[in-house]
Structure formats: structure tokens, C-alpha cells
């Protein structure tokens, strides 16, 4: 789990520092990320490979002038990470400012990250994460 928490931390701090190409080269090359956050309308089926990952921190950027997230928790479950933070933003239109808690359910693949979702409690990503099989997406 240590080297886990380390991959982790680095890919809260490049998320942070909005380099998206330091957060895809953390991710597989077949990687998905579904998070909730995306300027894509309903039924978005996620980002999917490396620019996948880059036109998330695109979309991002539209929506949010400033966006950090915190990580406080991390274990595995039924071989997946579950990783439980805040993420605060400030809206880029409304200026409104956001103040969430965010939970993680990734899927490691040797030292990369194969998937990944990510839900706007933790109370949310803790019963995806329960409730998954191996290899299995959530719902």
C-alpha cells in the first residue's frame, strides 16, 4: 500500500499543479477515468487513454478557475485503492466557490493506474468500492 500512497500523492499534487501530462504518465495508456466532474453532457461514457485524461484537465478548466483537492484516506478494497479527500474550486462563470468531499475507487495495473471513478462523497465511493467484484466496473 506504501507504494500505492506515494503514486497517490503524486497524482493529487500534478492534478493540483494542473500538469496534465505528469498526471497521464502516472495512468496506462488504456486507462479510464470517469469522474463526476465533466463539461460532457449525460451519459458520458468517461476518458479514455492518455489525451482522454488531458481533455478531462480541459473540461476542468472551464468549468473552475482554481480546483485543489486533499487526500486523507487511503486502503484497498477487493483489490481496487479507495482514496477519500475534499476538493475545493471556485467556479470560472459564477465564481461560486465549492467545498466537496471526493472519494476515488482507482485500479492499479503494475505501477500505473488502469481505471479509475470518482464520487462527490465518501460515503458513496466506500459502497462502490464494497460492492465491487474483481475486475469489475461500478455501476
Not at 460532457?40 to 472551464?62: S, V
Amino acid at each position: 500500500m506504501d507504494l500505492y500512497r506515494d503514486q497517490l500523492e503524486q497524482l493529487r499534487s500534478s492534478f493540483n499543479r494542473r500538469d496534465s501530462d505528469q498526471f497521464a504518465a502516472m495512468w496506462d495508456a488504456n486507462c479510464e477515468w470517469h469522474p463526476f466532474l465533466t463539461a460532457r453532457g449525460e451519459g458520458d461514457l468517461g476518458y479514455h487513454g492518455h489525451n482522454g485524461i488531458r481533455a478531462w484537465f480541459e473540461d476542468t478548466d472551464e468549468m473552475f478557475s482554481e480546483v485543489q483537492v486533499a487526500l486523507s484516506q487511503f486502503r484497498e478494497v477487493r483489490g481496487r485503492l479507495l482514496v477519500l479527500g475534499r476538493m475545493t474550486a471556485i467556479g470560472r462563470a459564477s465564481g461560486a466557490k465549492v467545498d466537496s468531499e471526493v472519494g476515488w475507487v482507482v485500479e492499479p495495473r503494475r505501477e500505473m493506474f488502469l481505471r479509475g471513478w470518482a464520487y462527490t462523497s465518501h460515503a458513496e465511493a466506500e459502497r462502490e468500492a464494497e460492492a465491487l467484484g474483481p475486475n469489475e466496473p461500478p455501476t
